[in-house]
């Protein structure tokens, strides 16, 4: 067990609607990022965030957001889904260093209809 | 751009073979990480390798840091069908500080 949990664990909604993934990191991990995962384009990074500032962003579309709350979780938000947004979406977290290790948690299943 | 890539793609080998992954990229590293993940899991770390040249050895899995840290290898020796899942190897690069990146990975099926 990581110690970061997300839910929900599998998410299935239509074309053009929005959903909302959350996190809750590790136990004293103040960093949280956000990574998809598609069959064909293995793990890609999205956002960073630390101490609840956002700190490095990757291929993030405009269409996603993300943010961490004082408590330290984290929503990613998703709207006007596509077909192709269906993915596997990975939080993971760590005390902050980027070069520390990573704590995954299980991820949400997204799939788009 | 994808800043590492990884080799194979696939792997599909008989218990009891060994077998060698290989992660490279043309950026130079602070350090890369090994990630193994297993259908339905998040990735879990294995190892991080740090200086170049560096060799890390866990039980049957042997990691090693290329001397100009631009590459990386895992060496598995005797592998079991518990070792099957996908092999990630991740890094941030001394260009690109910010952000840990990922590789393509590896998936390695091991057949009893």
């Known amino acids: 067990d990581s110690g970061v949990t997300q839910t929900p664990k599998h998410l299935i909604t239509a074309t053009g609607q929005r959903v909302t993934l959350r996190c809750s990191p590790r136990s004293g991990d103040l960093s949280v990022y956000w990574y998809q995962q598609s069959l064909d384009q293995g793990l890609q990074f999205l956002i960073q965030y630390y101490n609840g500032e956002e700190r490095a962003k990757g291929n993030i579309l405009e269409r996603f957001s993300a943010q961490q709350f004082p408590d330290l979780h984290s929503e990613l938000n998703l709207s006007s889904l596509e077909l192709g947004d269906s993915a596997l979406y990975f939080c993971?977290?760590?005390?902050?260093?980027?070069?520390?290790?990573?704590?995954f948690g299980n991820g949400t299943r997204l799939t788009v209809t | 751009t994808q800043l590492l890539e990884q080799s194979p793609q696939f792997l599909s080998i008989q218990e009891g073979e060994n077998l060698t992954v290989y992660c490279n990229s043309s950026s130079v590293f602070s350090s890369l990480q090994w990630y193994r993940q297993e259908p339905g899991e998040g990735p879990v770390l294995l190892v991080t390798?740090?200086?170049?040249?560096e060799v890390k050895k866990l039980k049957r899995l042997t990691f090693q840091f290329g001397d100009a840290r631009k590459d990386s290898s895992l060496h598995i020796t005797a592998a079991q069908p518990g070792d099957t899942g996908l092999y990630l190897c991740a890094g941030v690069a001394v260009d690109n500080t910010d952000k840990l990146i990922f590789g393509t990975g590896t998936r390695l099926q091991v057949f009893p």
């Open positions: 390798v740090v200086t170049g040249g």
């Open positions: 993971a977290s760590n005390r902050g260093r980027v070069n520390s290790p990573l704590h």
